[in-house]
């Protein structure tokens, strides 16, 4: 077994190949961890001061595994700490440690984490956040670091990630809320001309709107920032080159009333961004989009995932759900004040009066 450290994008792009064929041969492959996924996200968000720390673990010349990591200087609590962290975790839903299927992700996950060790003087904390249950690494994570080398693994519940298995959907769906949905839908066309576009090219007038109503709805959000926008537009031509991009919009008498920016694989479909404007607010526009994107892939994909969130009508459709986890691992040299903080952050979050002392 042999290890390798990558800490510059040049030297990463060596392994592209490589790198699609291990997440390909994984238990759990997910479109963010494609490597188109990734080398955008190096080339548009990687701030500067930040260090690659990519970690390859290889038999010979395969990959068995990766771990995409990078170190950035940021405040915790009242000091500046070196924080090591996934690479795509601002962008991506769902985070994790890439592993070929056929080998022991226990043996390669405790090599990984040891050579990390190795390099503790590099980073004072380990910050791991959207580890999804649907990945082994996210239930060996604590043990490892706890019982192998005895280090603090403070843990937490992160959000949950509602998804949907097709073949199942007419016993889970709330009938009455998809009678609802049909008879909104059945009144906009009966009072406007209602086209709806399901898995659509991408276009710049369509995506201009999208936008706009996304800041329309969420204020200074992502796509306030332009490095967020340049991300995206240079990630969609590459995902429709492979087919992975799902683009949906409906139209009420030539408006753009709802749109949909997601994902699509071979096997599922991925509810990423859904939009709507508000002056469509009591007619149901975004409800009506997802009901026709849900069933457009009812016959070719196995999987609608919606994604971390716990919003309501998500569960409108499934009661099936992964939980996303954080993790947060102390280095000795700053132990006690950010084991401290760390645990106050956490107790915190659950104590509606503390958290709010913590914000001022």
């Given at each position: 077994?042999?290890?390798?450290?990558?800490?510059?994008?040049?030297e990463?792009?060596?392994?592209?190949?490589?790198?699609?064929?291990?997440?390909?041969?994984?238990?759990?492959?997910?479109?963010?961890?494609?490597?188109?996924?990734?080398?955008?996200?190096?080339?548009?968000?990687?701030?500067?001061?930040?260090?690659i720390?990519?970690?390859?673990?290889?038999?010979?010349?395969?990959?068995?595994?990766?771990?995409?990591?990078?170190?950035?200087?940021?405040?915790?609590?009242?000091?500046?700490?070196?924080?090591?962290?996934?690479?795509?975790?601002k962008?991506?839903?769902?985070?994790?440690f890439?592993?070929?299927?056929?080998?022991?992700?226990?043996?390669?996950?405790?090599?990984?984490?040891?050579?990390?060790?190795?390099?503790?003087?590099?980073?004072?904390?380990?910050?791991?956040?959207?580890?999804?249950?649907?990945?082994?690494?996210?239930?060996?994570?604590?043990?490892?670091?706890?019982?192998?080398?005895?280090?603090?693994?403070?843990?937490?519940?992160?959000?949950?990630?509602?998804?949907?298995?097709?073949?199942?959907?007419?016993?889970?769906?709330?009938?009455?809320?998809?009678?609802?949905?049909?008879?909104?839908?059945?009144?906009?066309?009966?009072?406007?001309?209602?086209?709806?576009?399901?898995?659509?090219?991408?276009?710049r007038e369509?995506?201009?709107?999208?936008?706009?109503?996304?800041?329309?709805?969420?204020?200074?959000?992502?796509?306030?920032?332009k490095?967020?926008?340049?991300?995206?537009?240079?990630?969609?031509?590459?995902?429709?080159?492979?087919?992975?991009?799902?683009?949906?919009?409906?139209?009420?008498?030539?408006?753009?009333?709802?749109?949909?920016?997601?994902?699509?694989?071979?096997?599922?479909?991925?509810?990423?961004?859904?939009?709507y404007?508000?002056?469509?607010?009591?007619?149901?526009?975004?409800?009506?989009?997802l009901?026709?994107?849900?069933?457009?892939?009812?016959?070719?994909?196995?999987?609608?995932?919606?994604?971390?969130?716990?919003?309501?009508?998500?569960?409108?459709?499934?009661?099936k759900?992964?939980?996303?986890y954080?993790?947060?691992?102390?280095?000795?040299?700053?132990?006690i004040?950010?084991?401290?903080?760390?645990?106050?952050?956490?107790?915190?979050?659950?104590?509606?009066?503390?958290?709010?002392?913590?914000?001022?």
């Amino acid at each position: 077994m042999n290890i390798q450290i990558i800490n510059s994008v040049k030297e990463l792009e060596k392994y592209n190949l490589q790198w699609e064929n291990l997440i390909n041969d994984s238990e759990n492959p997910e479109i963010f961890y494609s490597w188109n996924w990734i080398s955008n996200f190096l080339k548009y968000m990687c701030n500067k001061g930040i260090e690659i720390f990519i970690i390859l673990i290889l038999d010979q010349k395969e990959i068995m595994g990766i771990m995409p990591l990078c170190i950035e200087k940021r405040k915790v609590g009242f000091i500046t700490a070196r924080v090591m962290h996934p690479i795509v975790n601002k962008t991506a839903d769902y985070c994790s440690f890439y592993f070929h299927k056929k080998y022991n992700e226990y043996e390669l996950l405790k090599r990984g984490f040891k050579v990390i060790y190795e390099n503790k003087e590099k980073w004072d904390y380990i910050e791991l956040t959207n580890f999804n249950t649907r990945n082994r690494s996210t239930y060996l994570i604590k043990q490892i670091i706890e019982s192998v080398f005895h280090s603090k693994c403070f843990f937490e519940q992160s959000v949950m990630a509602p998804y949907l298995k097709y073949g199942s959907i007419d016993n889970k769906i709330n009938k009455k809320q998809l009678k609802d949905i049909e008879r909104r839908e059945r009144k906009l066309e009966k009072d406007h001309n209602l086209e709806i576009y399901i898995n659509a090219k991408w276009n710049r007038e369509v995506w201009d709107e999208f936008i706009k109503l996304h800041r329309e709805k969420w204020g200074k959000g992502i796509f306030f920032n332009k490095e967020y926008i340049e991300f995206y537009e240079q990630l969609i031509p590459k995902l429709e080159e492979k087919d992975q991009l799902e683009f949906s919009y409906l139209k009420v008498d030539g408006s753009l009333a709802a749109i949909h920016f997601g994902f699509k694989t071979e096997k599922k479909v991925y509810y990423y961004i859904p939009v709507y404007s508000s002056q469509y607010l009591t007619k149901g526009v975004g409800s009506i989009l997802l009901k026709h994107i849900v069933e457009n892939y009812s016959k070719s994909r196995m999987e609608f995932d919606f994604l971390r969130g716990d919003e309501k009508y998500k569960f409108d459709w499934t009661d099936k759900v992964h939980m996303n986890y954080n993790f947060y691992i102390i280095n000795e040299n700053r132990k006690i004040y950010l084991s401290n903080y760390i645990s106050l952050v956490l107790w915190a979050k659950k104590n509606k009066t503390i958290r709010k002392l913590l914000k001022k």
